[in-house]
């Protein structure tokens, strides 16, 4: 399908309009800049290209793949068109599709699209290779944003901006506008910035991009934006006030009957103030942090660590890129050097993050937490300070700092470190860290623990080869109170390889091969542990996905050690363009987490149906079943098995209802949860819910005794409204 073609729709003849842009010749040169076109009027966001000022905006085109294999033509064309004032940047995507009733598109919320097709824009604002905003739209204009920094991309973002999309006979149109004030950039008379524009076709898929991604650099983005320029745009300072109310009643079964356990209304204020173009100041007092959705419940018994819950807060989520540090996670047990959700329930803190000069980049937080009261009713607080530093080097490379802290009248917990990620030629990149906590457990003694977190990495990747190999040491007495960590006391070094291999066989669109060997020392007990594992993935008949890996290899426990031997299979994709589904298998043994610990056998079943019978209307159904034996006598020690459905009516964009229900046999509750919410942009939102919590339980005239039937317990009822003033 070619430009020469119209695109029109039976809604309206002013669609024909686009036939202008689809025969306009490419545009750019590869080795030159792309400059949008300064717009005389702006158009209206409707998600109709029809207005004149697109008519000679810059274009582009030529979307090649990247997945599931690079370099060749996607299933139908796309054309981006750019223009710009001096308040807002604008983006028009023509989105051409030989079968328009298999576009698969959702009327869902915010963030809920990926599963459909849709387009974006990835712009790095600063165009220095570091961090990029990623701003995605479905066929009907629902948002999705995100921002990678580093290898991490986090869609917890929610950014201000604007867009409206509209499917006709020959594919969809999409328009953009992206607010100045929302974004951070370099002030200057040209401004420079870096782009590369997106499509997903998810019935095969299907992803691709404009400019073409470079298959020896495989998937390092930063490095292959292609450069924009814009000539006399304003950089506004911004300012926002963003004043909310909420109200919560918690109510227990008490007795027989409901009595109050808990109500409250609370005010809270957060502003946000750019002390320069670049830099923003953020103040908060008795930050709102209610979270509109309960944490998923997730499988709880025989762990070795915390189970590592996602940060939802809007205040902890802004600037959280800033905070990733090099050589972490994957095999490395430091996950996160700063993970936010240890600041459980703050009164207040401030924020001030951006760049300080060109390449020099800071962020901070200064919270005050509240704890739970003394025995004695007293107020008990932690003061958590973070401070984090990076300069950049030549493209995505940096070298950063980070000192943090969390301060109670008992407790005394510091972390500092440096980190960096140099880049080794075109697809590798190598990546350091190396942090020093101190802890004073008890501060009416001078005692203190001294611990370290080194790490080292090496990684690269291209169409055809994955590999790293990494090193890192956690001494014992490693204590991060403002972090996440899995395991202390470890030696490890670890490497991994992949191959893709893409057979010319039919429905067979690619298979992966990897193999990963681990060898641990538990520095405790002066045992070393080996791991191996091979892998492998299947990609087939357009989105189907298998998956499967075995894994033979030992760990220590308490100074004993165990088989973690282990056998998982995943095959999962779409159903046409009403639904999805995925299936998890898992076997194997491990040992059993107890203070006493012996050898145990698991197994684990999952599985996913996501389901949408209209555009409007979407469910999920989970499953998750795990259970675990002793090997000596394969007696059960733990039957978990969990349900869980979600259903969502969504009449337009801004508004929805949901109802999520939740059963736990193994502690026999049963969780309802209803929502009605209404979003008009991130931070101008009214949330209401109930929520109730059932046990197997009943009153029996004198106490709660275990019953058959389930009984309300608790239950909860829950009123926000805010409002997001912004220049």
């Known amino acids: ?38 717009l005389d009027t702006a158009p209206v966001i409707d998600g109709v290209l029809d207005e004149p000022a697109w008519s000679n905006a810059w274009s ?29 940047l604008y983006f028009g995507f023509i989105a051409l599709d030989p079968d328009p009733t298999l576009i698969r598109a959702s009327v869902t919320s915010r963030d809920n699209i990926f599963r459909d097709d849709w387009v974006a824009i990835n712009l790095d604002s600063f165009g220095d290779a570091q961090t990029l905003n990623a701003f995605y739209i479905n066929p009907y204009g629902i948002q999705g944003d995100s921002r990678l920094a580093g290898t991490t991309e986090d869609r917890g973002v929610d950014m201000v901006w604007y867009s409206a999309g509209e499917i006709g006979e020959r594919g969809y149109t999409v328009e953009v506008q992206i607010p100045l004030s929302s974004i951070r950039f370099q002030d200057g008379d040209r401004v420079n910035m870096g782009v590369i524009f997106e499509r997903r076709i998810s019935r095969n898929s299907q992803s ?17 934006m292609h450069p924009l320029e814009y000539d006399g745009i304003d950089n506004p300072r911004v300012f926002e006030v963003l004043p909310a109310a909420t109200y919560t009643l918690d109510q227990a079964a008490t007795q027989g009957s409901f009595g109050t356990e808990y109500e409250k209304g609370e005010f809270s204020l957060t502003t946000k103030l750019g002390v320069t173009s670049d830099l923003v100041l953020d103040a ?241 007990s002066g045992i070393w542990e080996s791991t191996t594992r091979f892998g492998f993935a299947n990609h087939v008949f357009g989105s189907l996905n298998f998956r499967g890996n075995v894994q033979r290899g030992t760990e220590v426990y308490l100074g004993r050690e165990f088989d973690d031997d282990g056998l998982t299979m995943t095959l999962g994709g779409l159903l046409a363009n009403k639904g999805a589904f995925g299936v998890t298998y898992a076997a194997g043994t491990q040992p059993i987490y107890t203070s006493d610990p012996y050898q145990g056998r698991n197994r684990s079943f999952s599985a996913v149906l996501g389901f949408q019978p209209s555009s409007h209307f979407d469910g999920e159904i989970r499953f998750n079943a795990a259970d675990y034996y002793r090997e000596s006598d394969s007696e059960k020690v733990y039957d978990v098995d969990l349900l869980r459905i979600r259903t969502t009516f969504q009449p337009n964009r801004y508004l929805f209802f949901r109802v999520i229900a939740e059963y736990n046999w193994f502690h026999e509750e049963f969780v309802t949860d209803l929502l009605a919410s209404f979003t008009y942009i991130p931070g101008t939102v009214v949330h209401v819910g109930y929520g109730s919590l059932y046990d197997r339980t009943e009153w029996d005239g004198d106490q709660y005794i275990d019953g058959t039937e389930l009984l309300e317990t608790k239950r909860r009822f829950f009123f926000k409204t805010s409002y997001l003033f912004r220049n």
């Open 60 to 88: 582009i085109d030529g979307f090649r793949t990247f997945q599931p294999d690079y370099g060749s033509s996607m299933l139908a064309d796309t054309r981006v068109l750019m223009g710009y004032d001096e308040q807002n």
């Open 1 to 38: 399908m070619g430009w020469t073609m119209t695109m029109t729709t039976s809604v309206s003849f002013g669609r024909i309009a686009v036939l202008a842009l689809l025969v306009l010749p490419g545009s750019v040169d590869a080795q030159e800049a792309w400059r949008p076109t300064l």
């Open 208 to 224: 691709g991009t404009a400019p073409e991604l470079d298959p020896a650099r495989g998937g390092q983005w930063l490095t292959q």
């Open 284 to 524: 908060t007092y008795n930050p709102d942090f209610s979270q509109i959705e309960a944490d998923a419940g997730q499988v709880d018994v025989n762990l070795r660590s915390d189970i590592f819950y996602p940060e939802k807060r809007p205040f902890f989520l802004e600037g959280r890129e800033h905070f990733g540090f090099a050589a972490t996670g994957g095999l490395n047990p430091v996950r996160s050097v700063i993970y936010t959700r240890r600041i459980v329930d703050p009164i207040g803190g401030g924020r001030l993050s951006g760049k300080v000069a060109q390449d020099h980049t800071l962020a901070s937080i200064y919270a005050v937490d509240e704890l739970e009261p003394d025995p004695d009713g007293s107020s008990e607080y932690a003061q958590v300070p973070i401070v984090r530093y990076k300069r950049s080097l030549s493209e995505d490379s940096y070298l950063g700092a980070i000192v943090a802290g969390r301060e109670t009248s008992t407790r005394s917990n510091r972390l500092a470190g440096l980190d960096g990620q140099v880049r080794i030629g075109q697809s590798a990149q190598l990546g350091m860290h190396a942090l020093g906590t101190r802890t004073q457990p008890d501060l009416s003694s001078p005692t203190t623990e001294d611990g370290h977190a080194l790490a080292l990495r090496l990684a690269s990747s291209t169409r055809r080869f994955d590999w790293n190999v990494e090193g890192m040491d956690i001494s014992e007495s490693y204590r991060s109170d403002v972090g996440f960590l899995t395991r202390d006391g470890i030696f490890r070094g670890a490497g991994l390889f992949r191959v893709r291999l893409f057979p010319e066989v039919t429905h067979v669109r690619r298979i992966d091969l990897d193999v990963m060997s681990a060898q641990t020392l538990d520095r405790p």
